[in-house]
């Protein structure tokens, strides 16, 4: 009967340490969206990275909605998460959540989009000023100079939108490219579509177009193929349909970011600063032009 005891006894406290040893390997990812497939992409890729590091990864969706993104962290404070990677669906909106999870003491790292304000032990994205900069260079080069562009412009708020947008101006403001206008779309391919069809016809002498993801671009895509007219159009991101879409011929270019990189990488810096090991603020992702 001791025997028995002793060995329940022993079952229980096995139990209680892997119970232990469980939590210990949880971290958490939160996406803006995963109705976007940049996202998805980055997704997996910390999902693998977290699989190969012996990690277990949980993965909640914001729907691009601030409130839920804060619901979210506050859920995950609750079940004791060591880390939390965060996308956020706003840079100031998501401060609040930021700060949530530092009073916790769970150390958060910025995926793609940065964050206004709280304490972010890292920031992993693409250099999304440069990669702005870059689109412009490429509709220089292929259409000239004074080319007559449009932007479709991200989420406002976001720190990719306002970045990549900031990058494509300085084309503008060097006096290379002539904007016609400029106007938010969301990230959106509907949104894309729907705008693109009103700035076509208030510009009907428009020569390209830089939308700041893909699928804005491939929603600018199908107003433009509506009108007739012949438009360049450069997309940022290369996802999967934009890459198709360039190698159609469709779209002129996209610049492409590694979002199953950026993913792991984020995993695999959760990771070093959970073994207490120092690391980058800011671990940038290399961005290339995509053309068919």
Do not use: C, W
């Not at 260079?137 to 990719?160: C, H, N, Y």
């Amino acid at each position: 009967m001791k025997k028995l005891a002793t060995l329940i006894s022993a079952a229980l406290l096995s139990t209680s340490f892997a119970s232990t040893a469980a939590a210990q390997d949880t971290m958490a990812m939160v996406v803006s969206t995963l109705n976007n497939p940049f996202f998805v992409t980055m997704k997996e890729g910390a999902e693998a990275k977290a699989k190969d590091l012996g990690y277990k990864l949980i993965v909640l969706d914001s729907q691009n909605d601030p409130s839920k993104e804060l619901s979210n962290i506050e859920d995950l404070t609750v079940r004791g998460v060591k880390a939390i990677l965060i996308n956020p669906t706003d840079s100031d909106a998501v401060s609040n959540a930021i700060r949530m999870a530092n009073r916790s003491g769970i150390p958060v790292l910025t995926l793609d989009r940065g964050a206004s304000r709280g304490e972010v032990v890292s920031h992993i994205a693409s250099d999304n000023v440069a990669g702005g900069e870059m689109a412009g260079k490429f509709i220089m080069e292929k259409v000239g100079e004074k080319a007559r562009v449009i932007q479709l412009e991200g989420i406002a708020g976001t720190s990719a939108a306002r970045e990549r947008g900031e990058g494509f101006m300085k084309t503008v403001d060097n006096g290379d490219l002539t904007l016609l206008g400029s106007q938010p779309a969301d990230f959106d391919r509907t949104k894309g579509l729907n705008v693109m069809e009103n700035m076509i016809a208030a510009n009907p002498d428009v020569q390209a177009v830089f939308a700041q993801n893909d699928e804005m671009a491939l929603g600018a895509l199908r107003a433009v193929q509506a009108s007739g007219k012949d438009v360049l159009i450069v997309g940022f991101d290369g996802t999967e349909d934009g890459i198709a879409a360039v190698n159609r011929g469709l779209l002129g270019a996209t610049i492409a970011q590694q979002p199953d990189l950026i993913g792991a990488l984020g995993v695999e810096t959760a990771a070093k600063v959970l073994k207490g090991e120092k690391v980058e603020k800011f671990i940038p992702v290399d961005l290339k032009v995509i053309t068919k």
